[in-house]
């Protein structure tokens, strides 16, 4: 089952990527909704995969990149360009190659980060999402006063948002994109649906686009198609609505950063139901290290940087309130 889930994940995010670069709305958020729900079928990201998943989530805000109202953090300043420079850091640290175009991609993020708000007149707000986007270190201190400058002048069309465009983040996302997908072209449901298209000679239009003479012989395996594409839009939307105190519309609201390490829905139901097992002294001393590196509070940063035997963000909060006594 796990093999299989981890097929079906890569090949869902294949299609995300696919999608993203065509441009093809409809098509992408379908894919989108299929890799969410496998994603949150995950109890732990299998270390193997963290690129894949981490590539989904970051297409997915990127997407969305323009909507200030939507949300994919607690958070609520945390706007979906911001959430995705956390995932483009966590890709980052993925690989070590592709400097050159990390560093692109990460300068284009921030700057379009403080242009969306600049452009939706929310001056104070790219003020202080300035702050919180760039550390004191020498490196980020060019950037950083030339966007302080941008933003005192409240202009969203001065040449320095101009020439770092969003058309522009695209464009080096698709240049990603389409590495990554050279890289993972050994997926298994990849290989074998090639295969199967090519040994009966179909063409590349969409299955589902067109009209498809059926006959005896082939209705049982269109059958079985058909239920596994109904058994994942189920799986999608039992997984949505199952959002403790939401509602059905709101069951499409996507993973925020903050659950990502465990990818669970309710960790408060999710703990409770685990059997209980004793905190090991080196599981404290990552807990005291991520505290002195993030500091109190930010559970889910410390889980996904420290090594954590099978944990949540709920229990580290509960462990660091019995040490504190």
């Not at 990527?17 to 992408?28: I, K, N």
């Amino acid at each position: 089952e796990a093999v299989a889930a981890e097929w079906m994940l890569e090949f869902a995010c294949s299609c995300l990527c696919r999608h993203f670069a065509e441009e093809s709305g409809a098509e992408f958020r379908r894919w989108r909704d299929v890799a969410q729900a496998l994603i949150n079928g995950l109890s732990q990201i299998p270390p193997h995969q963290k690129k894949t998943v981490y590539l989904c989530q970051l297409l997915i805000r990127i997407a969305q990149g323009k909507s200030l109202g939507l949300k994919f953090e607690n958070d609520q300043r945390i706007s979906p360009l911001e959430s995705a420079l956390s995932f483009w850091t966590l890709l980052e640290r993925e690989e070590i190659k592709l400097e050159k175009l990390h560093e692109d991609i990460r300068r284009l993020i921030q700057i379009q980060i403080v242009a969306v708000h600049m452009e939706n007149k929310y001056f104070k707000e790219a003020a202080e999402v300035l702050e919180r986007l760039f550390t004191d270190s020498e490196s980020d201190k060019p950037l950083r006063v030339k966007l302080a400058t941008v933003i005192k002048t409240k202009d969203p069309y001065v040449p320095l948002l101009q020439s770092f465009s969003y058309s522009l983040l695209i464009s080096k996302i698709k240049s990603y994109i389409e590495l990554f997908m050279k890289e993972n072209e050994t997926n298994f449901l990849i290989q074998e649906a090639t295969k199967q298209v090519a040994s009966k000679g179909l063409g590349a239009t969409a299955w589902q686009n067109r009209h498809v003479e059926v006959n005896e012989n082939d209705k049982s395996d269109l059958d079985t198609k058909q239920r596994f594409v109904l058994s994942i839009i189920l799986l999608r939307d039992v997984l949505g609505q199952r959002r403790l105190g939401q509602k059905p519309k709101e069951s499409r609201v996507l993973q925020s950063l903050n659950n990502m390490q465990n990818v669970e829905k309710n960790e408060v139901s999710l703990a409770s139901s685990r059997k209980r097992q004793r905190w090991t002294h080196q599981e404290d001393l990552e807990l005291k290290s991520g505290i002195r590196e993030f500091g109190v509070g930010n559970w889910t940063k410390i889980l996904v940087h420290g090594n954590f035997n099978n944990r949540t963000s709920v229990m580290l909060k509960d462990r660091w309130r019995t040490l504190s006594r």
